[in-house]
């Protein structure tokens, strides 16, 4: 069952962050910072693209609801409702910490290290999400969706468990390329690369055993 307070919340992160933009788009200057490399290039654009960030996370909010009531397996959401609404919230806040990122970024540039505020954000989701995926029930919508995990609800919760672990240490190491030289950062995200790919991989391995098991 969905957690009514946890969906409000959900939407009041997504209008916070457009009423934010909304409030200081009339001081913000013509071009804005919109990409920045880890070398520290950044690359700006128009500012009313500042909208199209503060708006995915209301976008996202609609289709968190929408997309598990078309979903074929949508009475699995039942089984792990609370871990979906938790994560809808983590990824709200997430949206809501690059908008103000932007605007922080724009107003007073080098107040922040931004490839280093965004290595450690997205090694912190990536910690979270790992420690939630374990208990993702079988579905076409999120969690690691290969032909194998949606054909077998054993190999789904073995890929799933393998899934947590590779994601957990996946945002360890982007939390450790957070404080690494550049000329290192490229070896973790080759690592992250591969570290990720396993789950996949051992989907198939696992069907592959069960098949010749029946």
Request: glycine share 8%.
């Amino acid at each position: 069952m969905k957690n009514r307070k946890l969906r409000i919340l959900t939407y009041l992160l997504a209008l916070a962050g457009i009423l934010l933009t909304a409030a200081l788009y009339p001081i913000l200057p013509e071009q804005i910072p919109t990409n920045w490399n880890m070398d520290g290039t950044v690359t700006y654009g128009s500012r009313y693209t500042i909208f199209i960030t503060a708006g995915m996370g209301l976008l996202f909010a609609v289709l968190f609801d929408i997309l598990p009531k078309i979903d074929p397996r949508r009475k699995n959401y039942e089984k792990f409702g609370r871990f979906y609404d938790l994560f809808c919230v983590l990824m709200e806040i997430f949206m809501l910490m690059v908008n103000g990122v932007i605007i922080t970024e724009t107003l007073h540039p080098g107040t922040l290290s931004v490839p280093m505020f965004i290595l450690l954000s997205v090694g912190i989701l990536f910690v979270v999400i790992g420690n939630f995926m374990p208990k993702f029930k079988s579905n076409f919508y999120m969690g690691i969706k290969t032909p194998w995990t949606l054909s077998s609800d054993e190999v789904w919760r073995k890929t799933h468990r393998l899934g947590g672990r590779c994601f957990f240490l996946s945002g360890l190491l982007f939390i450790i390329c957070a404080f690494l030289p550049e000329s290192l950062i490229s070896l973790c995200v080759i690592a992250v690369l591969i570290v990720c790919f396993i789950p996949g991989l051992m989907s198939w391995i696992w069907w592959r055993q069960e098949q010749k098991n029946l």
